[in-house]
């Protein structure tokens, strides 16, 4: 039994590459600039699925069929297909005819049901998607990754599915797990793009998430449920939420471990939630003008909602994020901003901590190093800790600052 | 009977006055500008009152002190006594006692009980408020009060409670009231600095309404909270709602004319809508940083709260307002946040209006001629329509776009 690990590092040689998955990409000629935008990841006997998608009430017409896929296959997936410079989003019946259509002929090139395909799409919103220059390129995109199980393949996935991304967005870790079986050797791969919503015309966070063992696609909703809550749920640039939000967990069984087995479950939950905390941070870091990442923790809430509720309140505030860009150690802002979220909370009993330092004590100003606490929220990451005196609950949030740099990204496309 | 008259330009020989009150300020030095900080209305006879405040947990010494007094003094108000410069906020127990000797000692001079002094404060949270440099210059406001009932005086007064405010903000308004006791004529003057939250250190919207009508406490109070829920509370620049927020209007029956009568009521009803509505525009448009003012309709809502949540969501939205920063007609923007509002929307009935065109029709692009769009968008003053095909309430909301100059006005500050 070794120590779990996770490897943060992007380059090809670092990558963990787990059993039964190859990957490909290619430019279809989605994206005006003519980089690759077709993303294909293939399970060549399958695995079993689940995946979370986003809450908002207008949905792109993949979250649709992917989610009706699911259900018709009972968890089941061939292959993942990704298109980026489309969201395929606000596009009506035609919409949905148009990813359907990309199912139905990846499915007939692997020779499974539509419903075995899943599709996701990101990039401009209310454009019609067109899917015959995707399906022109599937049988090419298919033949690519059955010649690769490699690094390169999952790289060049990362590179397709990016938008407004400046980088690719992998980690992937790996496990012994022992069992009356013997013991396996267990891989875990996680590939992201973008985080919330941050782009004008190229919106949505999609997470992909490969692993060799074995497993229902009942235990993988529940123990991706759990990795996301304390991870990719807890982070927040700019407040928006996408149309077209997608985290997929899929599991090959390849490597002859079970989920079954509790100690192999427990490894991989860990697994899980140190991917997707370094997928969360990477998404976080390389939000459009991001100068400093936030690590803000709500601690002392009623329950794990109230402090969510907080958290978010004060990571939305406008006045709070743009004080963070000028690293202004400016407490009163975030007093305020937990002043007005809705909990019931008495001023009198919050203290607030920027870096090692308690800024404000019972509500009310007190002594400290404002060079220092300056010079802490200064650092590319810095630790905001805000005690609410009402309970024993806490959550862990990612934000970012606001930067003028965010409004000129932002302000400065037009349609 | 004369129709009703709202006059908006704020130079002295336009401004309305309503007999009973004279108004003064001076600099007593708490503004490190040196600029006038401390402004003085009185009612010679006194004048009935009532408040709304603040919903933020986090509230101000004054707010604590002011809501005490108008409960103790049964609604009745001798002075209202504003400093800017310093919000008396998040000073504890010390700043309740420091603006409680500010209105003893204003009490003293008028020959009144503390209670019927009215204290707001405005400007940086977290420092202490010197009691004793206010103390110190009274005398001299009330002299210099007790010699001008003026629109100098009223000029005097709405410079001296500006903080971040480019241009001081009054609107009057003035109608004759017919009852058996004959014709009189009423006027109402407003005077207001801020808009929410909008600046660093200087916190609070602070708005007073002076009438000569007169009327009990209860009264005012209904008139009061039915005219702000469709003007003032129905604004929004970044979200940030302030500790110090307060509406006071006050009443000295000085014209005979009373609200007790119907007509009068109705009158004086539609003049508080009119006034605030113009305050209201006045503080929006004089937002931090603002290019654009929208006047943003959310219309077919179940609700007017239903029709509020959905104006709130798309006006702090920050992906929407960079987009208006930009005048770019970004339709997609705004249907992804009326979708993450919370409302169970169907976005297949949801309509959007840019001036007079729609963009999106049944939640899906429909073709509009996009240069218009971006002509009406660049305007100073644009309407936006969302109808969401719900039911038949509605609401009209003021809000601003977000600019790079708002995020450089906010970070650069440093404690």
Redesign the interface.
């Known amino acids: 039994m070794t120590t779990l690990r996770v490897e943060l590092r992007n380059s090809p040689e670092k990558i963990r590459l787990p059993l039964g998955f190859s990957f490909s990409a290619i430019a279809a000629g989605l994206k005006v600039s003519g980089r690759p935008d077709l993303a294909l990841a293939e399970a060549a006997s399958g695995a079993a699925a689940a995946a979370l998608f986003t ?5 792109a017409a993949p979250v649709e069929v992917g989610r009706a896929g699911l259900l018709s296959s009972g968890g089941r997936v061939r292959a993942v297909v990704v298109n980026s410079g489309n969201a395929n ?4 019946h035609a919409g949905i005819q148009a990813c359907e259509r990309v199912c139905r002929e990846a499915g007939r090139l692997f020779g499974v049901p539509a419903a075995e395909v899943f599709p996701s799409s990101t990039g ?4 019609r998607l067109p899917a015959e220059k995707i399906c022109a390129r599937l049988p090419e995109l298919v033949i690519l990754s059955a010649r690769s199980h490699s690094q390169r393949g999952v790289l060049a996935f990362a590179h397709a599915i990016m938008t407004t991304d400046t980088r690719p967005k992998i980690a992937s870790a790996r496990f012994r797990a022992s069992s009356t079986e013997g013991s396996k050797e267990v891989t875990l791969l996680g590939v992201a793009k973008g985080a919330g ?1 941050i782009h ?2 190229l ?1 949505t966070m999609l997470v992909y998430l490969f692993t060799d063992a074995g497993a229902s696609p009942r235990q993988l909703q529940s123990l991706l449920r759990q990795a996301c809550d304390d991870s990719l749920n807890c982070i927040s640039i ?6 077209n939000d997608t985290v997929l967990l899929l599991a090959s069984g390849a490597s002859g471990a079970r989920v079954r087995d509790a100690g192999t479950r427990k490894k991989l939950s860990a697994a899980l939630n140190a991917v997707c905390q370094s997928l969360a941070e990477q998404i976080v870091s390389d939000g459009e003008g991001v100068q400093h990442v936030i690590r803000l923790f709500v601690e002392q809430a009623r329950s794990r909602e109230e402090a969510l509720v907080v958290a978010r309140t004060i990571a ?4 709070v994020k ?2 963070w ?2 690293a ?6 975030i ?6 979220c809705g909990v ?5 009993r919050v203290q607030i901590f920027i870096g090692d330092q308690r800024v ?1 004590r ?4 007190c002594a400290f190093n ?1 060079r220092q606490a ?1 010079r802490d929220l200064a650092q590319p990451v810095c630790d905001l800790r805000v005690q609410l005196g009402r309970g024993r609950h806490l959550v862990r949030f990612l934000t970012t ?4 740099e ?3 990204i ?6």
Chains 1, 2 share one sequence.
């Open positions: 809450k908002n009430r207008v949905v989003c606000a596009t009506g401009i919103i209310g454009v919503m004008p015309k919106a700019d407040g928006d939420t996408s149309t939305h505030s406008m006045l743009t004080a860009a000028g202004d150690p400016n407490w009163g802002r007093l305020a901003a937990v002043g007005r019931p909370i008495d001023p009198s404000c019972n509500g009310i100003a404002e300056h600052d606001l930067t003028a965010y409004v000129r932002n302000a400065d496309y037009s349609t």
